[in-house]
């Protein structure tokens, strides 16, 4: 059945995958972006079930009239699906506080916004479905992804959490988990590289640049197949509450599944008699 689909970050890579695919599906799709005019020449718009709209993450009132635009131009919107996003890579100590921040504003707040805005319409409605996209790193903590696993360790927090408050009113939530795809993450629009700025980690940032680099493009992952099942995913009636995508992140997430058991046992003489004395009497 047709759905009203707003997609954050449609401009490219993924988010332009999804808006593809959910058109070609006869889906009425919201494609936004921070330039609109990218958007359109990147979808080859216009189309009857295409509306493109400025939409910077990071802006709450961007946010209210992208839903507003939606409302007027189709009457609903029935799935979410946050995707944009970028990437600060690096060495904690050469992410300044600021870049920290942002990094934080953009993977976490950034969808916030756009579902604090999508929300009221959803609980009137009803019905409803809240995709966002995080990410393996939201899972598994690496080296060199300190700030952006940071924030999606934060969206992982937030979207389990969302889920128990909108339950009730028909809402559905589901958070993304993705290994290595194919998209444009890693291209310099959307990474910020860091500088060397201290000498014990120069050696290691230079060759760990180098290596995220010529990961570019060799991805294993195909995004118009992860397009597909995410769209797969806002056709069920009872939708997955996470999708772990790839056969990369399955592996990975169910070895760190492994280690947080092993981990609480091994916690166990230490942690399990803590309680205050009177509780055991």
């Not at 946010?63 to 919107?77: K, L, N, P």
Request: aromatic share 6%; glycine share 10%.
């Amino acid at each position: 059945m047709s759905k009203v689909i707003l997609v954050t970050g449609a401009g490219r890579g993924l988010g332009t995958d999804i808006a593809r695919e959910a058109l070609a599906a006869g889906h009425q799709v919201v494609a936004t972006g921070r330039r609109p005019e990218d958007v359109e020449k990147t979808l080859g718009g216009p189309h009857d079930n295409l509306l493109v709209t400025k939409l910077d993450i990071t802006n709450p009132d961007d946010a209210e009239t992208t839903v507003q635009a939606a409302i007027d131009r189709f009457g609903r919107i029935d799935v979410l699906i946050n995707n944009a996003g970028n990437f600060y890579a690096g060495y904690f100590e050469e992410i300044t506080p600021a870049q920290m921040r942002q990094q934080i504003e953009t993977n976490l707040f950034g969808p916030m916004n756009v579902t604090r805005a999508v929300l009221p319409l959803l609980r009137k409605q009803r019905t409803g479905h809240i995709i966002t996209l995080s990410s393996s790193a939201g899972i598994i903590g690496q080296e060199f992804c300190v700030a952006y696993a940071a924030s999606k360790f934060g969206v992982e927090g937030w979207m389990e959490s969302l889920r128990y408050d909108v339950e009730p009113y028909g809402i559905h939530t589901t958070v993304v988990e993705p290994g290595f795809f194919r998209t444009e993450l890693l291209v310099d629009g959307s990474t910020i590289w860091p500088e060397p700025t201290i000498d014990d980690y120069a050696e290691r940032t230079t060759a760990t640049i180098a290596g995220w680099k010529s990961m570019n493009g060799q991805q294993t992952g195909d995004p118009a197949k992860l397009a597909r099942a995410l769209l797969s995913i806002a056709d069920q009636d009872k939708p997955l509450q996470r999708f772990v995508a790839g056969a990369d992140a399955i592996e990975g997430v169910k070895a760190k599944a492994q280690e947080l058991l092993a981990q609480a046992e091994a916690s166990r003489e230490l942690g399990a008699n803590l309680a205050h004395d009177d509780t055991n009497a």
